[in-house]
């Protein structure tokens, strides 16, 4: 009775915690991998942060006794992660060059949008009406944002010219999208070949195959200048935090809140992302990204199923 009822309590403080703690450490990933870009530049950044997480989540791996799973299904692992760590931690690494980590983060927020669409075309699971409004609405709220020049960071005083010139932030943009629709892509291809998999052979061996896609372009387009200390700090904190343990509490979350409460984290990062932003790098807050992430926030929560409208029964 009673006892039953105070666990149950404690059981949803204790998701209620890791789900904000998470929020805030995902939102954070943007504020750090910014910091590290400028002076590693957009793979070497990538590659580095999925080594870093992989050195951080392979003896988890070991420790759990998964070494034979991720051994027997390392094909299917290693191609997950290259599109759902390798490909994206790079492309919002480039975008970062360009654009706001707060409107990075907004644009991050189109993965379920992407993932409804993918999983339409490729699995056919085909959405109810409140779901296809809702991909309507948030890709309307992604156009609108995109028209405007809010969340494109200055060019520094003194810098060289970009050889990208005016095409830098559009560029940019493409890369967030590109980065959300490699991960629709990877849920649905996850869901089809990966299902029974447990999460930390997922997670662990996701992040070795980004690790070793990236292996030899990071070599290859590592700075000749040697990076500063705040860099690699930045870097590390986003390898050890922003994608290892993050990793851990969002598996823990599933397990403890299930897939759909979840999927909700992808609202708060957004917030997270856009208040680090103005108070660590002063970027400005506009009501145009505010008003526009609503609208994406909108459709992304239609679109994947967790609000919707009923259609009235027959008479």
């Known amino acids: 009775g009673r006892r039953a009822v105070n666990a149950g309590r404690a059981a949803g403080r204790s998701w209620a915690l890791e789900f904000v703690l998470l929020g805030a450490i995902w939102g954070s990933s943007f504020l750090f991998t910014q910091l590290a870009v400028g002076e590693f530049g957009a793979v070497p950044t990538a590659g580095l942060r999925v080594a870093i997480a992989s050195l951080c989540l392979l003896p988890l791996l070991m420790f759990q006794g998964h070494g034979p799973q991720l051994r027997r299904h390392w094909k299917s692992v290693f191609f997950v992660g290259v599109l759902n760590s390798g490909l994206p931690f790079a492309c919002f690494a480039l975008a970062l060059l360009y654009l706001t980590t707060g409107l990075s983060a907004i644009l991050n927020a189109t993965v379920p949008l992407f993932g409804a669409l993918v999983a339409w075309a490729w699995l056919k699971d085909r959405p109810a009406g409140s779901r296809i409004a809702g991909l309507a609405i948030g890709f309307a709220g992604v156009v609108l944002l995109a028209s405007d020049k809010a969340g494109i960071r200055p060019v520094a005083a003194g810098a060289a010219p970009d050889p990208l010139g005016t095409w830098g932030p559009t560029l940019g943009i493409g890369a967030c999208l590109l980065a959300t629709l490699c991960y629709g892509i990877a849920a649905s291809y996850a869901k089809r070949y990966l299902g029974g998999l447990p999460s930390m052979v997922t997670a662990t061996g996701s992040q070795l195959g980004a690790t070793f896609a990236l292996a ?32 851990v509490l969002y598996f823990r979350l599933i397990e403890a809140a299930g897939p759909a409460r979840a999927l909700t984290v992808t609202f708060v990062i957004p917030v997270y992302a856009l208040v680090y932003g103005s108070v660590f790098l002063g970027e400005t807050i506009t009501p145009w990204m505010v008003a526009c992430g609503l609208v994406i926030l909108l459709g992304t929560a239609l679109s994947s199923g967790l609000i919707g409208w009923r259609s009235k029964p027959e008479a």
């Open 216 to 247: 030899l372009p990071t070599l290859f387009l590592w700075p000749a200048r040697t990076p500063g200390l705040k860099a690699w700090a930045a870097l590390l904190f986003v390898g050890m935090v922003c994608t290892g343990l993050a990793y």
